[in-house]
């Protein structure tokens, strides 16, 4: 099952999409999370710690220190923000993030080495179509705005289901659009006007985000989202709209 927002690529129709994504992350790296920040007002804090409690529950139900000792993989990791608050919520859990961008991933190791960290959180750089770590390994994996750049989303689905343990925790965190009409309109204008103006000043790459506003728009929401967990394998199915429906938490149970 395809997806519109896979043709959908940072800056021109030739290449691959993971090629292209690399580069862009690459290339906006210093600026990620202050434009982070001014993209979603702050919000994106307590669009994580919504879904991290998620995860945090599921795990809890397992016994009181399964938190502890299991294994989380954060995939499109970038600069560590949802691994690190995965930290905070489950004590010694051992967290694993990977993500194409080395130069996303220089931030997150920096942030992870100033708070000591560095035994419990550690960094890979791997494609999510080909994670390179055996059937079975985590206890749960998250991701936190990182589909829509997904090269194949089933796929993703797929190789995430593989490496996760029987009764494991899928929990995608993901931007979308609203539906009410004049939500939508301010939205419209935020997204497509001034958060590419912004992101031009402070990155200098103007095109990474361009291509933000197109592939929310385009990246598959709710049911359809839902359909492409279930036809993953993945059961327990559900989503979880949040700020008038810009964001969207969505989790599944292998």
């Known amino acids: 099952m395809s997806s519109k927002v896979e043709q959908i ?81 489950l004590g010694q859990a051992r967290i694993t993030g990977v993500d194409l961008s080395q130069g996303m991933m220089d931030v997150a190791r920096s942030k992870v080495a100033q708070r000591g960290l560095g035994d419990c959180i550690t960094f890979e750089q791997a494609d999510c179509l080909a994670l390179p770590f055996a059937d079975g390994a985590f206890d749960a994996v998250t991701v936190a705005f990182g589909v829509r750049n997904f090269e194949h989303i089933e796929q993703g689905y797929r190789e995430m289901h593989r490496v996760m343990r029987q009764g494991a925790m899928l929990c995608v965190l993901e931007l979308s659009t609203p539906t009410a009409r004049v939500v939508r309109w301010f939205y419209d204008l935020y997204t497509l006007h001034v958060i590419p103006a912004i992101g031009r000043l402070k990155s200098g790459d103007s095109s990474a985000y361009r291509y933000l506003p197109l592939s929310i728009a385009a990246v598959p929401q709710g049911q359809e989202m839902l359909g492409l967990m279930q036809a993953a394998g993945f059961g327990q199915c559900r989503v979880r709209r949040l700020t008038l429906g810009t964001c969207s938490v969505y989790t599944a149970v292998k």
């Open 9 to 89: 690529k940072p800056y021109s129709t030739e290449g691959s999409k993971r090629e292209q994504v690399e580069q862009m992350f690459d290339a906006i790296a210093p600026a990620y999370d202050f434009m982070n920040r001014a993209m979603t007002l702050g919000i994106d804090r307590w669009w994580r710690r919504v879904a991290v409690r998620s995860v945090a529950r599921h795990l809890a139900q397992r016994g009181p220190t399964a938190g502890q000792n299991c294994r989380v993989l954060d995939v499109a990791t970038g600069t560590g923000d949802f691994a690190l608050q995965l930290h905070a919520a």
